[in-house]
Nanobody, 121 residues
């Protein structure tokens, strides 16, 4: 069983920054990801981190602007989002899977409740 508790998000102007947090509790080795869903669109992979190794992967649309990281002591994964754009507006979900990284949304079995990020132009 995996429990995910998200926090962060909000309203920010274009060019601004936000940080999302996800508390993750599991007895199994896992990969944690941030996945977003904009209004009227399908869910989209954003970034992933393998808990054991710290290896990361990113969607091309966020490379160089977003950074995913983890704090082992706090069992928390972060998504630092810089230089935000209006097209980053979406509900952001923390998601987890047992095992290695995947960029496929369908590869994730556990989901947080989602947090809204709105970027105004």
């Amino acid at each position: 069983q995996v429990q995910l508790v998200e926090s962060g998000g909000g309203l920010v102007q274009a060019g601004g920054s936000l940080r999302l947090s996800c508390g993750a509790f599991s007895r199994y080795p896992m990969t944690l990801s941030w996945i977003r869903q904009a209004p009227g669109k399908e869910r989209e992979f954003v970034a992933a981190i393998v808990w054991s190794s710290g290896g990361t992967s990113y969607a091309d649309s966020v490379k160089g602007r977003f950074t995913i990281s983890r704090d082992n002591a706090k069992n928390t994964v972060y998504l630092q989002m810089n230089n935000l754009k209006p097209e980053d507006t979406a509900v952001y979900y923390c998601a987890a899977r047992i095992g290695g990284a995947s960029t496929l949304v369908s590869g994730y079995d556990y989901w947080g409740q989602g947090t809204q990020v709105t970027v105004s132009s």
